[in-house]
């Protein structure tokens, strides 16, 4: 019975760390991504380095913001089920 509570526990923790492993790749994509959609658009209009520092501090503010308001999700979503 010890080694089956132990084994629950083990699958509860992953269960929930698993949840916070993707933030940090999002945000790394949202501000990567909009730095090179402003790298492109500052090419195509010769707006450099407008554009790119533009596009970046956007990434950055979406990636945070999106990062902030899925990590209080998970937490009121864990509260929840306590």
Do not use: H
């Not at 730095?35 to 950055?60: E, Q, V, Y």
């Amino acid at each position: 019975m010890t080694n089956e509570n132990n084994q629950k526990k083990i699958a509860n923790s992953f269960q929930q760390t698993g949840q916070y492993l993707g933030l940090g790749t999002q945000l790394t994509a949202t501000i990567l991504l909009m730095l090179f959609l402003g790298r492109w658009l500052d090419s195509k209009l010769n707006t450099t380095p407008f554009l790119i520092l533009l596009f970046s501090f956007l990434g950055a503010a979406a990636g945070f913001y999106n990062f902030i308001k899925t990590v209080l999700q998970i937490n009121k979503k864990q509260k929840l089920d306590k």
